[in-house]
Each structure stands twice: as structure tokens, then as C-alpha cells.
């Protein structure tokens, strides 16, 4: 199985400031189309994860600019410019170019 | 507007077998390009993919379930289904229902959630 290995695992965050989560992946996930399988999510608590980033670096619909990803390979990063109060939550990472799909460990963003 | 709900069994006994089901409004699971997805999460193991069932019917399961699981459908009521044959502890978990893309894998619209706790 692909591991997905996110840090910081906990990031205190004043809202206003920006935020930046790392994921690496044990295996690249560069496809032979030119995508990379993975994807961000946000979970808030009692809700199901939110899809907010697919194929490295689009954008779901509905999810703010504030919010982008980057990264090719093994390495990828989750760039929020300016965190909000809505923002707080586990953000995790997914690989979906190798079965079985597999998921980061989560990172905590908490209110400074 | 797409929605997903999970219903089934909310405490079963070591041994037993988990069902759960997910009902599927304001969008067919035949149409092309979708999958229908089982995914849990537990405090000791996070995020786990279960499997999947395309919109043709094909099953693809995670392995680390060794056999245990099937994926099924019914297409008459829109809806889809997880067993989990001879469940443990560890099987505690909450169970997610989700619509993936084929082309792009990622998992769009989920349900809610469904705490299936095994204990005897």
C-alpha cells in the first residue's frame, strides 16, 4: 500500500495568517496522463470529510481561493493564504492512483 | 442536489455480520463514470477505503479486508450495500457511503456517517 505521510500532525494558526500542510507519499503518484492522484479533504467535527482539492491542484466546486495545492511526485503542500474561523478542522491527504486507496494521518489546524 | 444516507445495524456482536446500506437521492448510481464507495474511520486506524462498486456493477475491495467484504447494489432503489462478515472489535467504526469519480478518483459527495460499534 501507497503511505501517505502528512506534517505537521498539529498547526496552530491566527486567523488572518496563512497555513501550509505537507503530505508525502511513499510511491509517486504521477499517472501516466500527467495527473497526480491526490487529493485534500477537511473534516470538521461530527461531519464527513469535505472535498476541497482534486488531482493535486483543482479546486472543488464551491471551495474559496484562499485554498490551493501544489506538489508533483511524492511531494505535495496545501496552501491556505489567509485561515478563516471556518477553516479549523483535520485536513487529510488521499492517493487514488493505487488501489487500495489510502489517506494521510490528518493534520489539525487549531485556533492559536 | 446529490445526497448519500448509510442506515444498517448500530451495534452487532463479535462473530456477526455488519450490513449497512446507503441510499442514494438526486442522482442515479448507473450512470457512467461514478463508483459508489465504503469508507471507515476509527480512532486507531484513521480513514480506511473499503471498496467500491462501479456504475456497471464491478466490486473492488480493499485487501487488507481479506474476503470479508462484499459490496452490492439495487438499482430498483437506488441504493447500495456493505456486509462485513465476521466482524471484531475492530471493526468499530464510523461508516462513510461516498460517490467517487472514475477518472480522477476522489470522493466528491459523502453521507453522513454510521457508528457501527462491535461489542459482546
Known amino acids: 500500500d501507497i503511505v501517505m505521510t502528512q506534517s505537521p500532525l498539529s498547526l496552530p494558526v491566527t486567523p488572518g495568517e496563512p497555513a501550509s500542510i505537507s503530505c508525502r507519499s511513499s510511491q509517486s503518484l504521477l499517472y501516466s496522463n500527467g495527473y497526480n492522484y491526490l487529493d485534500w479533504y477537511l473534516q470538521k467535527p461530527g461531519q464527513p470529510p469535505q472535498l476541497l482539492i482534486y488531482l493535486g491542484s483543482n479546486r472543488a466546486s464551491g471551495v474559496p481561493d484562499r485554498f490551493s495545492g501544489s506538489g508533483s511526485g511524492t511531494d505535495f503542500t496545501l496552501k491556505i493564504s489567509r485561515v478563516e474561523a471556518e477553516d479549523f478542522g483535520v485536513y487529510y491527504c488521499m492517493q487514488s492512483v493505487q488501489v487500495p486507496v489510502t489517506f494521510g494521518q490528518g493534520t489539525r489546524l487549531d485556533i492559536e | 442536489q446529490l445526497q448519500l444516507q448509510e442506515s444498517g445495524s448500530g451495534l452487532i456482536k463479535p462473530s456477526q455480520t455488519l450490513s449497512l446500506t446507503c441510499a442514494v437521492s438526486?442522482?442515479?448510481?448507473?450512470?457512467?463514470?461514478?463508483?459508489w464507495s465504503w469508507i471507515r474511520q476509527s480512532p486507531g486506524k484513521g480513514l480506511e477505503w473499503i471498496g467500491h462498486i462501479s456504475h456497471s456493477g464491478s466490486t473492488l475491495y480493499n485487501p487488507s479486508l481479506k474476503g470479508r467484504v462484499l459490496i452490492s447494489e439495487d438499482r430498483s432503489k437506488n441504493q447500495f450495500s456493505l456486509h462485513l462478515i465476521s466482524v471484531t472489535a475492530a471493526d468499530t467504526a464510523v461508516y462513510y457511503c461516498a460517490r467517487d469519480f472514475d477518472s480522477s478518483g476522489h470522493f466528491d459527495h459523502w453521507g453522513q456517517g454510521s457508528l457501527v460499534t462491535v461489542s459482546s
Open positions: 438526486g442522482g442515479s448510481i448507473s450512470i457512467s463514470g461514478y463508483s
